[in-house]
């Protein structure tokens, strides 16, 4: 988007200068606070609304060169609400673009069937129409639907807004699932900073007026934001926020804590210098705390926690477990739950040091 301008016929300046380098096979979220011209935007790459001034480039040609049914078809659109057509099926609901494009009935509707499957749908729901569906699974055609004719251009406006938080992270962790496997070109729509953060591989920020506060990888805004505008948007917490960016991995682990419930007395004394034992069972997976110094019982364990997996979880999810454990000591698991060692808050205070001075660094050799 090269300074694009959209002014309403009633003088309303919604989009005022805006660029934009919108980067290939990545979701690129656009947020800011309600008015800040972010659908209007997001209406002037499929040309539901045209610019008053600037251009949009596709790949380098402007999207004005190209017959604007041929445009709308390489993307794909998503609402909220999802916007299905209620008389039709759910199968036909998605089936409805191959469909235009001329494909057979059997071949759209087996393409619908293959999308179903793809987000998430059960295939019992293919003869329901829309109103027999959640929000979620409502929300879930949508997606589909927009997919059906395999558009290299999808373009999300709030499509996660009208449902509730839990059914909500279902569709954002489906959506970087779909994306893993795609890699389709998103612009999606939000005024939800976290959203932001969690889909976007680069978010725009706008302000009132649709001008540009800032345009960052999220890991960036939220330590480097460009003003106090931002870094109101961005909340109180960026900091822990923060933390999830940065790997767990590098946490020095103390296994000496270890012990099974049938430790015997050597292996006991072995471990009695450090200040909690964590007790495993036959298999290695935690049951609980317990000082060294008195006999292991079962029933007077102290609870251990909210485990965290090194080099999959954050520091974020490490600080967390450290925090809520009564030890002040996170439980590190395996993929299978075995213990594999365990990390003292102090520990990961010293390790978020270290990665804040490891990100600092990058970033000034990145300038
Ligand atoms: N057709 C229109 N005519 C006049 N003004 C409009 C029109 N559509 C939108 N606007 C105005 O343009 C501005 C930007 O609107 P837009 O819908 O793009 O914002 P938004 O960031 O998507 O908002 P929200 O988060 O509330 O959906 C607002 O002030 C809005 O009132």
């Known amino acids: 988007m090269d300074a694009v301008t959209k002014r309403y016929d009633d003088g309303t300046v919604a989009v005022g200068r805006l660029s934009l380098e919108i980067p290939d096979r990545a979701i690129t979220v656009l947020v800011g606070p309600s008015g800040c011209g972010k659908t209007t935007t997001l209406r002037m790459i499929n040309r539901m609304v045209e610019p008053t001034e600037g251009s949009i480039l596709l790949d380098g040609a402007d999207i004005r060169q190209q017959p604007v049914n041929s445009l709308r078809r390489s993307m794909g659109y998503v609402i909220q609400n999802a916007g299905l057509f209620q ?22 509707r087996g393409r619908a069937a293959e999308l179903m499957a793809r987000v998430g749908l059960d295939a019992s729901l293919a003869k329901r129409y ?10 879930r055609v949508g997606v589909a639907r927009a997919l059906a004719a395999d558009p290299p251009v999808l373009l999300m406006d709030e499509p996660f807004s009208a449902v509730d ?3 909500r992270k279902g569709l954002q962790d489906e959506l970087l699932r779909i994306q893993d496997e795609l890699g389709k070109t998103i612009v999606f729509v939000t005024h939800d900073i976290d959203e932001a953060i969690k889909l ?31 870094e109101d948007f961005l909340g109180a917490d960026r ?11 590098a946490l020095e682990l103390a296994t000496a804590p270890l012990v099974p419930l049938d430790a015997d007395a050597d292996r006991l004394a072995a471990a009695a210098d450090a200040p909690y034992l964590l007790v495993t069972d036959a298999d290695g997976r935690p049951l609980g705390w317990a000082e060294p110094g008195a006999p292991l019982d079962r029933d007077r364990l102290l609870d251990h926690g909210r485990p965290f997996r090194p080099g999959t979880d954050s520091l974020r999810t490490a600080l967390d477990g450290a925090v809520l454990s009564p030890t002040g000591w996170a439980v590190a698991v395996d993929g299978d739950g075995r213990a594999v060692g365990v990390v003292s808050q102090q520990a990961v205070g010293e390790a978020i040091r270290a990665a804040h001075g490891r990100a600092g660094a990058e970033a000034k050799a990145a300038r």
């Open 200 to 230: 976007g591989t680069m978010v725009a920020v706008l302000r009132e007026g649709g001008r540009l506060a800032q345009f960052a990888p999220p890991a960036e805004l939220l330590s480097a934001p460009a003003d106090a505008f931002v």
């Open 130 to 139: 829309p109103y027999q569906l959640s929000g979620g699974q409502q929300q």
């Open 239 to 249: 900091g822990i926020r923060r933390l999830s960016f940065f790997p767990s991995d």
């Open 165 to 167: 938080p839990v059914v």
């Open 87 to 108: 008389h039709r099926t759910i199968l036909d609901n998605i089936a409805t673009v191959p469909r235009l494009l001329g494909w057979t009935k059997q071949r759209a």
